[in-house]
């Protein structure tokens, strides 16, 4: 059943703390894609889900590296799809990392050919004001 929730945030804190807010319960790994423009906050809402997952290591964009990895409670594996334009998911070996439990945040998925399964979140964040974001978070599975 899909379950859909709106946030809106004032501050880079406050889209940090709904990205922790949505770790809390998670027992197992999950695909999270993130979606929003550049400068959005995508990275500040990644940073919210390291902390809920106990990772104490400073969270940057992946944007260059493609790929970043994070130890905690559950590991954290972030993805910048936004090179990766027409690259099928299985080149990129995505299920492996998914089925290994970790928690996978993968933003610009829409980038991705074939992606062979849903993710159980998309996180869309939206621009309001120079503060001001509006989040929405749909729970597919």
């Known amino acids: 059943m899909k379950k859909i929730k709106e946030y809106k945030t004032n501050s ?3 889209t940090i703390q ?3 807010a949505l770790t ?3 027992t197992k790994g999950a695909l999270i894609a993130l979606a929003g423009d550049l400068g959005v906050g995508k990275t500040a809402f990644t940073k919210g889900i390291a902390l809920g997952l106990d990772i104490t290591e400073a969270v940057t964009s992946p944007t260059f590296t493609l790929l970043k990895e994070y130890e905690g409670r559950l590991n954290l594996k ?3 799809a936004y090179r990766l334009e027409g690259i099928d998911s299985d080149s990129l070996g995505l299920f492996d990392l998914i089925d290994d439990g970790n928690v996978v945040v993968l933003e610009w998925s829409n980038f991705l050919e ?3 399964f849903a993710p159980d979140y998309i996180v ?3 621009y309001i004001s120079e503060n ?3 989040i929405r978070i749909e729970e597919l599975s």
Do not use: A, Q
Request: charged share 50%; net charge negative; with cysteine.
């Open 114 to 116: 074939d992606l062979d």
């Open 124 to 126: 869309t964040i939206d």
């Open 78 to 80: 972030h993805i910048d």
């Open 12 to 14: 880079v804190e406050e």
């Open 24 to 26: 809390e319960t998670f």
């Open 18 to 20: 709904c990205g922790k």
């Open 132 to 134: 001001e974001r509006l």
